[in-house]
């Protein structure tokens, strides 16, 4: 159920605010493919066939995966449910391509729009369904932000807002339109930026937590005025350190004058002092410990939490978080302050 709140959580903050995240080598075919797989349930439930049509050739890009993921698997849940409805046979045609600047969405077969970003080549993946199309009214407002056809509690608005949102992240755009044949067609195109990779990709290593200290328990303050979280991350840690829970910013900062601690774990939002005011008492006068504070919050979106997070780049562990990504957090800043205290 957190799960699932943090992902309409999500969706609504991403409809309104820009989008980033860390770009590594992508394999788009392999990310459209895993967004479809999500589907699964609602595809076979509405009787939609998917046909592929990937170019095997495909450079990698520099992308942010879960972005791009997120994309296709709204792109193409609109298709399905667009089909859903309408009887016989119906399919999902998925392909990608890379096109020229000239080329670029102009063989959907209307007056090609300007695309965004710099000229040349690109990349795009072309979703058609065989459904009853787009009103032609509707074509320039179904990426706005809660316009919707369904019926009343059958859809946010939100799918291809949010779609928008994650292309435009990286330089692209969607376009849509209908096809002679009956359908609609939507076409996300990229930017084939320098440096792209033609090879296939490589498996990455799995990521190994440092170390833990060499002390027997390392000792974690935990500042958050939620009894739930303070008594989840207890249990969550309790296991490998010394946990000390408070639940206000005055408390914790009497804590850190007069005790030690490897690290922190912090709310931005208390009832009495703020984390960011907490953080600046531990650069002032417990300067080690601030690269070993790590931040949990619900509000990364907005200005205070955005701000902290642009101005000081500590970690952060966004609410509501999964268990093992918080241990492992934990255990990165406890590596790190074993590693400092050796050097």
């Known amino acids: 159920a957190a799960r699932a709140a943090r992902e309409v959580v999500g969706s609504l903050l991403d409809s309104t605010h820009e989008l980033a995240g860390v770009r590594q080598r992508t394999d788009l075919n392999a990310s459209v493919r ?9 595809r076979a439930a509405a009787g939609v066939e998917v046909v592929w049509d990937l170019a095997i050739d495909l450079p990698q890009v520099m992308a942010n995966p879960s972005l791009m993921q997120r994309a296709f698997f709204n792109v193409a849940n609109n298709a399905i449910q667009a089909m859903a409805g309408t009887p016989g046979g119906r399919c999902l045609f998925i392909r990608s391509r890379v096109a020229s600047a000239e080329t670029a969405v102009v063989r959907a077969g209307s007056d090609p ?13 072309e979703f058609e369904d065989e459904g009853p199309g787009i009103p032609p009214g509707n074509l320039h407002r179904i990426f706005d932000p809660f316009f919707t056809t369904k019926p ?9 807002s949010v779609a928008t949102s994650c292309v435009r992240a990286h330089g692209g755009q969607i376009v849509a339109m209908n096809r002679p044949e009956a359908g609609a067609r939507l076409v996300i ?10 090879a296939p990709a490589k498996a990455s290593a799995p990521v190994v937590p440092d170390a833990l200290p060499s002390i027997a328990r390392p000792r974690i303050l935990v500042v958050d005025d939620e009894d739930s979280i303070r008594i989840l991350v207890n249990l969550a840690l309790q296991d490998e ?4 829970t408070c639940d206000c910013g005055r408390r914790a900062l009497d804590l850190l004058a007069s005790q030690e601690f490897d690290a922190v774990l912090c709310d931005l939002r208390l009832r009495d002092v703020a984390g960011r005011e907490i953080y600046r008492w531990i650069r002032a006068n417990r300067p080690a410990l601030a690269s070993h504070f790590l931040v949990i919050t619900g509000d990364t979106h907005g200005d205070e939490g955005r701000g902290f997070l642009e101005e000081f780049r500590t970690p952060c562990v966004t609410k509501p978080f999964d268990l093992d990504e918080l241990k492992t957090r934990v255990r990165e800043l406890l590596g790190k302050r074993s590693a400092a205290s050796a050097g």
């Open 34 to 42: 895993e967004a479809l797989l999500q589907l699964e349930s609602a």
């Open 152 to 160: 009343p509690g059958s859809g946010t608005g939100l799918g291809l």
């Open 113 to 125: 729009p300007r695309l965004r970003g710099k000229p040349g080549p690109r990349i795009e993946f």
């Open 241 to 244: 350190n010394e946990v000390v």
């Open 189 to 198: 195109s990229l930017p084939l930026a320098s440096g792209v990779s033609s």
